[in-house]
């Protein structure tokens, strides 16, 4: 309803149903004692605080898992489980795990907890970590994971890859990176750059040039019975 039509019966009637929201939820938390009251007023401040919980897993249920927090109820969404797809919650029974409160509503009772934010900040620091040990001239294999037009990414490990472009692939001139490389194949590259996390790899940097033979220069030592031969011709005409 526009805000301009608003009568004042219809204002009445938005102040009357705040209030009675309001009392229901004071109804509610009415119904909670002291000591669960001052429980629930430090997940509160947890959540505030973006503390770090250490829980386990006492029940799957629809959806997600179970954990008690203080001696709360809390749910764990299958979503925030873990960074990928959580095919059998099954698997988290018993588990221990970090988590921080999501969501957290005394009058309700609910507690939602979460342990996908801590491991995306852990994985994020691990990969920081890989990636301040790579340097530039680093020379390692890897496996070629994708191929694309204008060059190949290859996976290094430890959930690190660079691209290799295909001016780096060979010595040789290509007109697209799969006249030489296919998905799986595992090769030799080395770090050219490191620029904002994105690695530069070359494969051509490692391939040898040919070498120019050096000319070989050649002596004869003159045969025993010419030597006296030579030497007289070295001495002769000299004057003493």
Known sequence: ??????????????IDASLKEVEERNKKLDQIDDEERGIWDN????????AVIEVTVSGVVKGGVIAMVEGIRGFIPASKLAL?????LEDYL???????ILDVVPEEKRLVLSAKELLREAAKKERQEKMDAVKVGLVTEGIVETIKPYGAFI??????????????????????????LSVGDTVKVKVTAIKDGKLSLSMKALI?????KEEETHFELPKSENIGTSLGSLFKGLKL
């Open 1 to 14: 309803m526009n805000e301009e039509n608003l009568t004042m019966q219809d204002l009445e009637q938005e």
């Open 43 to 50: 997940l509160l401040q947890l959540q505030e605080e973006h």
């Open 84 to 88: 990928g797809y959580v095919e059998n």
């Open 94 to 100: 018993k588990k221990e795990l970090k988590v921080q």
């Open 155 to 180: 996976n290094l490990g430890n959930g690190i890859s660079g691209l290799v472009h295909v001016s780096q692939i060979s010595d040789k001139r290509i007109k697209t990176p799969e006249d030489v």
């Open 208 to 212: 040898e040039a040919p070498q120019e």
